[in-house]
């Protein structure tokens, strides 16, 4: 399996060459060494590190904190990961709050919108133009 072109690499783990490359610059994913007058060739190493970055991506792992998960990749690190994870959990959290913070704002700004009937001035623009100050976060 150490014969993939970029091109078949991506394809196999599921994003674009762009993505191959972009990682590549970012220290993420080594590139191969290219042989005198051939093209770079990819293995399943290759493409397992692609699905570990993207899998890590998809539970809002940073690149940065990515590249440090991927240093503890051989295993033995667990609490290392765990603290790393901890801290993403705190973080999701954080971010969960705020937006339930923001859906009671919006959802109080939607019903003043739609109690006004036939009113010139709409609270939701209102509350915009006055930064914020009708909506309640």
């Known amino acids: 399996m ?3 072109s970029i091109g078949t690499l991506a ?3 599921g ?3 762009e993505t191959i490359r ?3 610059r970012r220290g993420l ?3 191969p060494a290219k042989p005198y007058g051939g093209i770079r060739r990819y293995g ?3 493409v397992t590190r692609v699905r570990f970055v993207k899998s890590a ?3 809002g792992f940073s690149l940065a904190e990515v590249a440090q ?3 503890l990749n051989d295993g033995v690190q667990c609490q290392e990961a765990s603290v790393l994870a901890e801290h993403k959990l705190v973080e999701v959290r954080d971010k969960m709050t705020d937006l339930a913070r923001i859906e009671t704002a919006l959802s109080s700004l939607l019903e003043a919108c739609q109690a006004q009937q036939d009113a010139v001035s709409c609270p939701l623009i209102a509350a915009l133009q006055g930064g914020g100050r009708g909506a309640k976060t």
């Open 2 to 4: 150490d014969a993939l």
């Open 11 to 13: 394809q196999t783990a």
């Open 15 to 17: 994003v674009n060459v």
């Open 22 to 24: 972009f990682y590549q």
């Open 29 to 31: 994913l080594a590139e």
């Open 44 to 46: 399943e190493a290759h």
């Open 57 to 59: 991506q998809r539970l």
């Open 69 to 71: 998960l991927l240093q």
